[in-house]
């Protein structure tokens, strides 16, 4: 039964975890001002509260009698547009999460706190020319300074007293005496921080493109001009160094042509000034960036700025899908493949899925660029669901770099425990010889990753978490890399007070130490997280590599992506394997990546470029093909593993964590949470725990898993969120489900 009313009836959501939507009466008085998608305040229970409203209608499921009606509307939150608000909901849904927690992730804290204002300046202009023109003449000799401000504004109506000051060294009193004579008066003006102020960019063209990016252009093109495009999107395979930017800018050049807006998206640490000048170079102020750097006010007036129209295109990372557009047409989705994607925090959604969404909903385009596929997107492309377009080659004729293992169980025998083999340290002599550079790749920081005690055998491990210590030699300290704690370096065991304590396992720091000692005459530096604690440490390095002032390049994934130095002709990977060894069933495919991605920052000029891959394995898959660069055969191989055990892209993966101090309860709960959750949860659904996660502990907590894999999960996810959302909660026990999780320790 429904009561139909004379007034409309708004349907409000608040709280974090509530995630009901409740009803209140719109007053007549508010109804044009109430629309979905706004703030307002309304009262709950004793207390007033805050609520975004998701929809306004006519008829209640309650009694009215018994409905409150709203106290008012929050006149400084700007509206949520309706399309994001859509959005929100879907992700809501699919990903198990409030619709509060989704729709926190489509606004920006400085604009949904309300407390950023917005800025304002004071601009002077003359009353009237002709009495200014007097008073110099008649009043002039006495008051010179008065004559300046008179004789700039008669130049340059509209000033600002920073201006007036600089060029005149005129004060306050002198702009106060000519306000209070009526000759000047001053007006406000609203205006943007702009986090590009005083950056010149130097206006590029596009080049010709070549064969592969024209039919790429023109593919692009065609699904643009469709009114609804089938498919929407489309997967840009190409090779590292083959000009897929290129093809992106032309796209955006295509969307805007139709006056529609794009979003372009990059993993957050290729969001370096190269990249974004990449676009303000070809568009200008066209373009705002959106990344995690920018002040609140920044963020708030970039955030209106796209919100009023004023800008067509908008390069940032994640967040930056939820850009407030209304005639989006493009959103390009860059290194597809990148784990960085998916948020690790609620709302746990994966920017590229929810992309694809978001274009499906908007009739927008959505291209997604990677060399190195993730098996998600690849499957899509080649079963049809996407379009594809494949770069096989690099602009300009630069070969593809040569690849080279490096057995290192045969190095091993000649000497023991070597880090650098011979011919790595031979290649690496090669390229000081011709002042050519290196890059050397180990992804993993520090000096070492475990401290033993050789006698006793103890290992020094966080307290608060299930990982080993770091050990870093120039600071004497070991680190938890999970829960950040920092302690001094034993000296000595601390259970059996021997002083034979040992490192083992290598990191960045002590190949920087190993390579000083081989290379005394080099420029060495290191690019890791432990280095890169400056705000501009990262370009300093990077600009000191460019001018040749660095020979040899050390450093973690940091490096792996994006940079583009055309005379690096080597680069050596120490230890291939460690991304192997992680429990994962993706393990290979991140290998794959790395690997590739690594490689592909060798011979971008006019030499060719060379890899050496220092492995013990060298036959595994992951390696042999990187080497041969032939991806499809690697898909292939892997994908037959994934059929035979139905992990993703064969199947969807749920995984549902469980968090809290008492071990034994987490356990308890999660057992409790599983039977509760089965009659919902069909045959087709494989169960796997719960067990304890492959990280057992980490900051005091233990954390439990379970992991749902199977082909229609629709009615198991509304179940399963159902039960998040609603389930009383034991006293510390943290419960949440991670979709498509792509980390599972
Ligand atoms: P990718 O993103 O595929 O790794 P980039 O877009 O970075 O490749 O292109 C590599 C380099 O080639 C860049 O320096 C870019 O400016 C240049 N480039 C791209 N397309 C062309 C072209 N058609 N002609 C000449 N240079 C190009
Ligand atoms: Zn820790």
């Not at 009836?9 to 009466?25: H, N, Q, T």
């Not at 023109?133 to 600002?160: N, R």
């Not at 009193?173 to 001053?186: C, P, W």
């Not at 000595?492 to 005459?521: M, N």
Request: glycine share 6%.
């Amino acid at each position: 039964m429904t009561f139909k009313v004379p007034m409309k009836i708004a349907r409000i959501i608040l709280g974090l975890s509530l995630d009901k939507a409740f009803d209140y009466l719109i007053p007549l008085e508010l109804e044009s001002q109430v629309h979905t998608g706004i703030q307002v305040y309304i009262p709950f229970g004793k207390s007033q509260r805050r609520g975004y409203v998701v929809g306004v209608k006519d008829d209640s499921a309650y009694p009215v009698e018994k409905l409150k009606k709203i106290d008012s509307v929050c006149e400084v939150h700007p509206k949520i547009p309706e399309n994001l608000l859509n959005l929100g909901k879907w992700i809501s849904e699919y990903y198990c999460c409030s619709q509060e927690q989704a729709v926190r992730a489509l606004l920006p804290s400085a604009v949904r706190s309300g407390k950023i204002k917005r800025k304002n300046i004071k601009l002077y202009y003359l009353v009237s020319p002709d009495e200014a023109q007097k008073y110099i003449f008649e009043k002039g000799k006495k008051h010179p300074a008065q004559v300046k401000i008179l004789q700039m504004l008669l130049q340059h109506p509209g000033t600002s007293y920073e201006f007036m000051k600089r060029e005149t060294g005129a004060g306050r009193g002198v702009i106060t005496a000519l306000l209070k004579e009526k000759l000047i008066l001053e007006e406000n003006k609203e205006v943007y921080r702009d986090p590009f102020a005083g950056a010149e960019f130097v206006q590029s063209c596009a080049p010709d493109l070549t064969e592969e990016q024209k039919e790429a252009v023109s593919k692009i093109n065609g699904m643009m001009s469709s009114k609804s495009p089938k498919p929407h999107t489309l997967l840009l395979y190409g090779v590292t160094g083959s000009g897929k930017t290129e093809v992106y800018l032309q796209a955006i050049k295509t969307a805007l042509s139709l006056e529609k807006d794009s979003i372009v998206l990059v993993p957050e640490i290729s969001l370096t000034p190269q990249t974004i000048e990449r676009f303000r170079s070809r568009f200008g102020d066209m373009v705002s960036v959106l990344h995690s750097s920018l002040s609140d006010g920044e963020r708030f007036d970039e955030w209106t700025r796209i919100h009023r129209g004023q800008v067509k295109i908008v390069v940032g990372a994640r967040s930056a899908l939820f850009a407030p557009f209304n005639k989006l047409g493009l959103i390009i989705v860059d290194e597809e493949h990148e784990n960085s994607y998916k948020q690790d925090e609620a709302p746990r959604y994966h920017a590229r899925d929810v992309a694809v969404m978001r274009g499906l909903m908007e009739k927008a385009v959505v291209i997604l660029g990677s060399a190195t596929p993730s098996f998600e997107s690849y499957n899509n492309a080649i079963s049809g669901k996407y379009a594809m377009m494949i770069l096989s080659k690099r602009v300009d004729h630069c070969v593809m770099p040569k690849i080279r293992i490096v057995d290192m169980h045969v190095e091993a025998l000649k000497s023991e425990g070597k880090i650098f083999s011979g011919e790595l340290v031979n290649e690496i002599r090669n390229r000081l010889d011709r002042a050519e550079q290196t890059i050397i790749f180990l992804n993993r920081k520090g000096f070492a990753t475990k401290m033993v005690c050789q006698k006793c055998g103890f290992v020094a491990m966080c307290s608060e978490c299930s990982v080993t210590y770091t050990y870093s030699r120039k600071r004497e300290s070991l680190s938890c890399h999970l829960c950040g704690a920092v302690i001094p370096a034993h000296k000595s065991c601390p259970d059996c007070k021997d002083e034979k304590i040992r490192y083992s396992g290598i990191g960045t720091e002590k190949i920087e130490s190993i390579c000083a000692g081989l290379f005394p005459h080099a420029g060495i530096a290191r690019m890791d997280s432990d280095t890169m604690t400056y705000k501009n440490s990262y370009e300093k390095v990077l600009r000191e590599f460019r001018k040749g002032k660095i020979d040899i390049l050390i450093g973690t994934q940091m490096i792996a992506k994006g940079l583009d130095f055309p005379n690096v002709t080597l680069v050596g990977i120490i230890n291939a394997d460690l991304s192997l060894h992680i429990p994962d069933f993706r393990a290979e495919e991140r290998t794959f990546q790395l690997l590739t991605q690594v490689a592909g920052r060798s011979g971008r000029g006019d030499v060719p470029g060379e890899v050496l891959v220092q492995t013990y394995t060298p036959q595994n898959i992951a390696i042999q093909c990187s080497r041969t660069n032939d991806f499809p055969k690697f898909y292939n191989e892997q994908m037959a593993v994934r059929k035979t055990l139905n992990f993703p892209p064969c199947s969807h993966l749920t995984a549902v964590h469980f968090r809290g101090p008492d071990e034994s309860q987490v356990a308890k709960f999660a057992d409790e949470f599983l039977d509760k959750l089965r009659p919902s949860i069909n045959s087709g659904i494989k169960i796997g725990g719960p067990i304890p996660s492959p990280v057992s502990k980490v900051k005091s907590k233990f954390r439990y898993l379970i992991i749902f894999r199977g082909e229609r999960m629709k009615g198991f996810r509304e179940a399963l969120r159902e039960q998040i959302l609603h389930t009383k909660r034991t006293k510390d026990i943290e419960v949440y489900a991670d979709v498509d999780a792509v980390n599972m320790m």
